[in-house]
């Protein structure tokens, strides 16, 4: 809508600075439609025609393939369906529960996710996965998305609990995997189980790490980081029914390697950080721990012709400390500069990584290994919480108070992580950062119990982790 004027005619002095002030915005030019009109034009439908790298350019509602009509367990993961996708969305809306997960595909698309929903029994558990894979493809993190599930549910079921030593009873065991998936729709329904505990957990990450290195021929350097969300179900709560303090707890867990993270913001706004980034710059245990390793030699990845030349030396010169460890902490190094973070070395495969605990990376150094962080949490029953869980791409540019402040307002957790994850992008693009990958995973239990005005502004901050 541009004011009628002679043409050719010069805007000068205040009419130029009034004709700015008329269209100069978009709020301005959206109010000088048609009522009918305005009311379903909004600033995401406007970017979504003019740019389809646009994350608002999803179409709503969300709902995942395997959601209508389908009874029982509901499943959604990253799909090969969706790869041609530069931004991914994804939701769910079971009462009680809503979940959405957005991605943002950088240079090397090697993010997943992976969601489980309970069926119809009340002690099934709830499973939530953020994957961000690196290395040369991946691979790791499709494992992931197609098997960690199964492993934890069959080490639960085989009694995992038991006390015994949490080495995975399938050691030497190769398996290949390819890549490639087949569309979700014609994926077979998962089994839901009770939420597991901690050593059954730990079984299921140790396996999929083996069948990872069984493909290390194929593809020797993929690896991925994992964060993954387990909730017991929650009865149907609104906001009409008395919960008493004593009507019990929703019991969760979280098991992470890496740098993936997750939090929760409870009803009030107190924001509760259930992660610690496996990195030696944050985590002092884990630098310890590695400065604390056992460096003595062992079959496989360490009989190398540059192992074996170490030990020469050493018992040439009859000096056993001659042998270094196969593990140590430095920066890399551009033109014999130290530059970047902090990262974990290995001497007999010249590979560094800036993570102490992943799944896969086969020649990465002995002392990063695939034992996960544990961290179990209760919410009382009936009470709102929001669950976030995301990969570097976010949390290298906001932490988790910012994310909170920012998502608060937005009651859909589809649409909170759609914006999220654009925010996201377009912070790294101005910080000058690398073209990450980004994935959001939001998750509200009891949403008709948020109360708007105690998520005005971010409460306290908690860690939940031990850091010991």
């Known amino acids: 809508v541009v004011p009628s004027m002679p043409l050719g005619a010069d805007l000068k002095g205040k009419k130029r600075g009034s004709f700015k002030r008329s269209i100069g915005s978009f709020g301005n030019l959206r109010r000088s439609f048609p009522r009918n009109i305005s009311k379903n034009l ?20 969300l709902t995942s ?59 099934d558990m709830h499973y939530f996965g953020v994957f961000d894979g690196h290395g040369t493809s991946a691979l790791a993190a499709d494992v992931c998305v197609d098997r960690l599930y199964e492993e934890i549910a069959a080490a639960a079921a085989a009694g995992a609990g038991d006390g015994s030593d949490t080495e995975s009873d399938n050691s030497g065991e190769a398996e290949t995997f390819s890549a490639g998936r087949p569309s979700l729709a014609s994926a077979a329904p998962h089994e839901p ?10 079984r299921g990450f140790l396996r999929i790490d083996e069948i990872v290195h069984s493909n290390r021929r194929t593809d020797p350097r993929a690896g991925t980081c994992a964060a993954v969300l387990m909730l017991n179900q929650e009865e149907p709560a609104n906001s009409i029914d008395e919960c008493d303090e004593d009507d019990g707890v929703t019991k969760g867990k979280v098991a992470w390697v890496g740098d993936c993270r997750a939090f929760f913001i409870s009803h009030n706004g107190d924001v509760n950080d259930l992660t610690l980034d496996h990195r030696v710059e944050v985590n002092e245990a884990e630098h310890q721990r590695i400065l604390d390793a056992d460096h003595t030699p062992r079959p496989g990845l360490l009989e190398s012709e540059l192992w074996r030349r170490e030990k020469e030396k050493a018992t040439a010169s009859g000096d056993a400390t001659r042998l270094r460890a196969h593990s140590f902490v430095d920066q890399r190094s551009l033109n014999g500069r130290p530059t970047g973070p902090m990262c974990v070395f290995s001497h007999t495969g010249g590979v560094s990584l800036q993570v102490t605990r992943s799944i896969g990376d086969a020649f990465a150094a002995r002392s990063v290994i695939a034992v996960p962080d544990i961290v179990s949490f209760e919410v009382p029953k009936g009470e709102y919480a929001r669950f976030v869980l995301g990969s570097d791409g976010v949390f290298d540019v906001m932490d988790s108070p910012d994310i909170a402040k920012f998502i608060n307002r937005i009651p859909s957790p589809a649409k909170a992580a759609q914006k999220l994850a654009a925010h996201a992008k377009q912070k790294r693009l101005y910080a000058g950062l690398t073209a990450d990958d980004i994935t959001v995973m939001i998750v509200d239990i009891n949403p008709d119990m948020r109360n708007a005005k105690k998520l005005r502004s971010v409460g306290e901050r908690k860690a939940l982790y031990s850091a010991a």
């Open 42 to 61: 909004s600033l995401s439908s406007f970017r979504s025609s003019t740019s389809t790298a646009s994350l608002s350019s999803v179409p709503e509602p």
């Open 65 to 123: 393939p395997l959601n209508q009509g389908q009874p029982g367990p509901v499943r959604a993961s990253s799909r090969d369906d969706q790869r041609e996708a530069r931004n991914r969305a994804d939701g769910y809306d079971a009462g009680n529960l809503f979940f959405g997960v957005a991605q943002a595909v950088g240079k090397k698309d090697q993010d997943r996710y992976d969601v489980r929903l309970g069926g119809d029994i009340p002690t």
């Open 193 to 202: 189980f009770p939420l597991p505990d901690d050593d059954a957990i730990v």
